[in-house]
């Protein structure tokens, strides 16, 4: 994928690191023990992390494809427009949320977790996870929790206007955020204070912020190079 769109997506991904270990967190530490072995782990943490991705990648697909199917993006420009606005308004307020702003996105949460509510008991009969095939399916639920940060990248698949793009955007997405949470797993603590710290927070969220505000900017245009390929132009 050479749009510099799917780059921008990942580079969200990857700056979201707090707040994904600060979702995830317990969950890919209970998948580092008590299983004795290096390798036992890694194939816990990449299995479940391969499922989380692949669960965010099937969503992405569908709300692309919801897109595409009900609002017409190349008739409707006006529709297009404002949700390409309302797309980039989610990041702003991803990025006041990763420095320390954490009601702003309270309220978009609150949307999934109806649906979490129904699906949260069905990892319980999964655990405790012992291998990678217990893991896989835990990780592929888990791809459902509500998390703001998710929902932000959502809203630029369902401008995406198709499942293609839509879904390779929640897979670069996806791809970002797994650094974090491998090493959260492997290293445990002392990585995870480090990506929370206040000045890594503070950063993340500017640059966070700045992709938002760019895309405001450049509006009019949908975005213009940074999104190219990713939003369905008229």
Do not use: K
């Not at 609150?110 to 835990?138: K, T």
């Amino acid at each position: 994928m050479p749009e510099t769109g799917y780059w921008a997506v990942f580079l969200i991904g990857l700056l979201g690191g707090a707040h994904c270990i600060g979702m995830c967190g317990g969950i890919v530490s209970a998948l580092s023990g008590p299983q004795p072995g290096t390798a036992s782990v890694w194939s816990r943490q990449l299995a479940y992390n391969l499922g989380r991705i692949s669960s965010y990648t099937c969503i992405g697909a569908a709300v692309g494809a919801l897109g595409s199917a009900s609002l017409l993006f190349n008739r409707f420009l006006p529709i297009q427009l404002a949700l390409y606005v309302l797309a980039n308004l989610m990041l702003i307020g991803m990025g006041f949320y990763l420095m320390g702003f954490t009601r702003v996105l309270v309220g978009v949460e609150r949307l999934g977790q109806g649906l979490w509510r129904r699906i949260q008991p069905l990892s319980r009969h999964l655990l405790p996870v012992r291998d990678w095939r217990g893991a896989l399916p835990v990780g592929f639920l888990w791809g459902f929790l509500p998390c703001g940060l998710t929902y932000s990248v959502l809203s630029l698949a369902l401008v995406s206007g198709s499942a293609l793009r839509g879904g390779g955007l929640m897979l670069a997405f996806g791809a970002g955020t797994l650094p974090n949470l491998l090493l959260a797993g492997m290293l445990a603590m002392r990585y995870r204070n480090v990506v929370r710290s206040r000045s890594f927070r503070l950063v993340a969220g500017l640059i966070v912020l700045a992709f938002g505000v760019y895309g405001l900017i450049r509006a009019p245009e949908l975005g213009g190079r940074l999104w190219a390929g990713v939003v369905c132009a008229v």
